[in-house]
């Protein structure tokens, strides 16, 4: 069975390497690689087989997701048109090394523009010395701008920082703070390990706040 892509995977090939500030050596881009069995490509609903679930988990939580639980939340990510996860494949090994996500969100501001998230980035640490982190993270910047998104935001650790800013990006002096609410279950929300409960009439309830410190720059220096 033909398996399908998250997006277009030709809009990949549309994406300028040298319009970004990294520094590859040897160049490489999502086009070209750099080894001939290494692959970007948006994700494939056949990935669940390829152990993008397993690449995940070396990042965070993920669960005891399903084969149905899978399928159908990539149905829905696409049939938004709102999601682009792009995954490294390993060809010879028919496995998924390195994924990150770019998020698009839909705006009333700057006369109803898109804004890019960055999220979930991560490469599967048996894989160093082969600029992939690099490449996965130039590859969606690149596609963000590409598909009209004003700005680029992601959140990071501290140690990062330095990596991200040779890729282009900047902490905003005076507002490089990094904000979230997590629920933990419907109707708590947990606060210095504390479980408070929410009064579920307050509008305040249905939203998580998430404030990025990193924009992208839409113009990039050769």
């Not at 890019?116 to 490469?123: A, F, K, N, Y």
């Amino acid at each position: 069975m033909e398996e399908t892509y998250l997006y277009d995977p030709n809009i990949l090939l549309k994406l300028d390497f040298y319009k970004s500030p990294a520094k590859f050596n040897p160049f490489i881009s999502a086009a070209n690689p750099g080894e001939s069995w290494l692959k970007v490509r948006p994700l494939k609903d056949g990935d669940y087989d390829r152990g993008f679930l397993q690449l995940l988990s070396q990042l965070t939580s993920v669960g005891q997701i399903t084969r149905t639980q899978f399928l159908t939340r990539f149905s829905q990510m696409k049939a938004s048109g709102d999601y682009y996860v792009t995954v490294v494949e390993d060809t010879r090994k028919n496995l998924i090394i390195g994924a990150a996500s770019l998020i698009v969100e839909k705006k009333f501001i700057h006369n109803c523009a898109t804004r890019g998230r960055l999220e979930d980035v991560v490469v599967n640490d048996t894989y160093r010395g082969k600029q992939l982190g690099k490449l996965i993270v130039v590859t969606v910047t690149l596609l963000a701008q590409q598909l009209g998104c004003y700005k680029m935001s992601l959140d990071c650790k501290d140690k990062l920082i330095k990596f991200y800013e040779t890729l282009g990006y900047e902490l905003i002096p005076g507002n490089s703070n990094s904000m979230t609410i997590r629920y933990e279950e419907p109707g708590t929300v947990k606060h210095n390990n504390t479980f408070y409960e929410l009064d579920s009439s307050d509008p305040v309830v249905a939203c998580q706040t998430v404030v990025s410190i990193l924009p992208f720059k839409s113009t990039f220096i050769k």
